[in-house]
């Protein structure tokens, strides 16, 4: 079935972390907590049933709907668009980004780190699904994707840089390349010290820092506090 842009709607979501998980891993300074651990692993399995979910109930109501991450034409490319375009800006990129979705959605916009910074926060996950259905759109408060980053609005904040274990954010943004060596690292201690195979821990730039449960405001570089 052929259908074109305007027949078709993207319904993004944001899932923030609690309050609890977000606490331990800002007390963290290496590896992640294993709260986060765990919530980053097993809280993304409940995101993939969730994509599940939205799409069976939209068949049942008559309209057809893909879930783009779960779709095998996904994958993780080195590359941005062929086999022979190499990005050596973007690194590691892939055909579809819950992130981007989001932002394109109207739901918050990108960190000095590339995370999503959301009305939720930073730390926090998303999902979308693409259905042939005509929403009329959220309205987008932001005419710059980087709106919502105090470094790149007032060129202050830059505390998602210290948080950094592996030093892969600098004032130049997130290299790729560094994150996933140390997410490597996080992934062993999680299978030594926590018992389970998990992947993509860490997360500490998006906790302990002033866009972890909100948008920041002027002059707001606060963060919420290690102790209770
Ligand atoms: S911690 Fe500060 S510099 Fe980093 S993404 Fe958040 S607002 Fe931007
Ligand atoms: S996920 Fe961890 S290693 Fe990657 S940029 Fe954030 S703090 Fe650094």
């Not at 590691?92 to 999503?116: K, Q, V």
């Not at 790729?176 to 018992?195: A, E, T, V």
Request: net charge positive; hydrophobic share 30%; aromatic share 10%.
């Amino acid at each position: 079935m052929k259908v074109t842009p305007d027949q078709l709607t993207i319904i993004s979501w944001v899932l923030p972390h609690t309050e609890a998980t977000k606490f331990e891993n800002r007390k963290q300074t290496f590896y992640p907590s294993e709260r986060w651990a765990r919530a980053r692993w097993y809280g993304e399995e409940v995101n993939i049933k969730l994509r599940k979910h939205v799409v069976i109930t939209l068949k049942e109501a008559g309209f057809d709907g893909v879930a783009p991450m779960l779709s095998p034409l996904w994958s993780k490319k080195k590359t941005l668009w062929s086999e022979s375009n190499v990005s050596e800006r973007y690194g590691f990129s892939s055909p579809w980004s819950e992130r981007h979705a989001a932002y394109t959605s109207g739901l918050g916009t990108f960190g000095l780190c590339d995370g999503l910074i959301t009305p939720k926060g930073k730390a926090m996950r998303c999902g979308s699904v693409i259905v042939n259905i005509k929403i009329p759109p959220t309205k987008k408060l932001y005419n710059d994707h980087h709106a919502y980053c105090l470094f790149f609005s007032k060129g202050t904040c830059g505390k998602c840089i210290q948080r950094c274990p592996a030093g892969a954010i600098t004032e130049k943004g997130h290299n790729k390349g560094k994150c996933k060596k140390h997410l490597q690292i996080s992934d062993n201690y999680m299978k030594s010290n926590f018992g389970f195979e998990g992947r993509f821990g860490c997360g500490l730039c998006q906790t302990n820092v002033p866009c972890e449960s909100k948008i920041p405001k002027e002059n707001d570089t606060s963060c919420k506090p290690l102790f209770e």
